[in-house]
DNA sequence: CGCGCGCTTGACTAACTTCAAAGATGGTGG
DNA sequence: CCACCATCTTTGAAGTTAGTCAAGCGCGCG
């Protein structure tokens, strides 16, 4: 515990009375001396469901994906973790998902019972995940409602306007994942996902300049398909 | 904030220094002296999605459900909130979903402003709202894969497991909603979610001793078609 | 250059939805 | 207390969307 209580007192300078309306991103900047700087490959797993949690991790660089499997194989993607992405907050003692790299990647990972300590007497990096959380939980509603009642047009529309949101002001999108990972994430088939891109290609809403990029040419009739709920 | 002030020394002694293993109902007990009570008829809604989210509440008895509405009336049921659940977590200054009552109920009412406040100040209670954050997390994670990935059979299956797990170890589960409600819930229709309902009845898996109201006859099979995700 | 993996496209199928109608349920007023 | 009516639920038949199965294409890597 003194350990802990040495970390508080190197952080308390910047964690202290910040505003709340700040974004998510580098809210958690004070814990990065906290972190240590791993590598994955390709396909990866950075770790796997009901692993005990020991680490958050923050993704640097490349592309992470949540994974859920039901018993005979049936497999959800849950979300791509991009660069700023914090994960693991949700778990309890252990993960509820396995994650594993899209791309090449780096991560800072973070002992969670050093972080959990500091929250515990720091009010401001306790609020910081709770944001997270919180935002984490409209993201999944969102989802909910694409999956329970969006058309597969209108879930890749949705889908691809996430990414742009993300992404910065650009209309250039990255696609990192393959077409399988998107129908896992999506409630779809690769196939649908491959055939609602062509449509949306055919009706000049996106060009798809390779299969792992597309740009956004009609963003208003995007909006439209995806259906502001 | 010399309100604050007041509230936080008086609610110190019941907040400080819990240990992190108990249940989410009632750590936040010590809140309940900031509630207000209010009364609620069966349809009448708590608030509508994008209103300033300024209250937290908590269900004490009935039933409340969270909804949202694509642009064309198609809905998607989120949540149904039940005795002890806490709502309004996820709003960041808006709420995310409209809350109405499914039978008449009562729920108590918390400024969102003092609770936010104190947890400030206390991380005993920031904990608790990250940790009831967290659980609403996980079964958002769960419901996405159900979502996505299950048949109408296993859906209604993993609907029935989850009231049975909230309503405590009987075999006898109320349905306070209607088939329409479920099958917002679902991502199914109404006929669908009647069904398969009939289906399970047909296989002696529950019995249906009224439109509202079921009994499981055989928990494990419930269990192998909800799939142990 | 060729090989492998992922993407696209087509034809067919299955699961769920839609449309329709009849059967329960429960709340209300006579 | 009972009958009626609105609403919810069940069931049936037809339609639609997305899934499955299968074949061919193309990009990127060795």
Redo the contacts with the bound molecule.
Sequence with gaps: MSATAALQIALRPQTVCRGAGAPRRDELGALDRLGTVASLRREQPLFHEADPAEFYFKVVTGAIRSCKLLADGRRHVGEFFMPGDFIGLDAETNYMFTAEAVTDATVVRYSRRRVDALAWQEPGIGRSLLKIACHRLSSAQQQMVLLSR??????IASFILGLADRNGATDRIS?P?????I?DHL????????????QL?KDGVIE?T???ELVILDRDMLADLADAA
């Design positions: 969006k058309t597969a047009e209108e879930r696609l994942m393959t077409r399988t990972d129908g409630g779809l088939t690769m196939e649908t996902v491959s055939r609602a891109l062509t290609k798809l390779s299969s792992h």
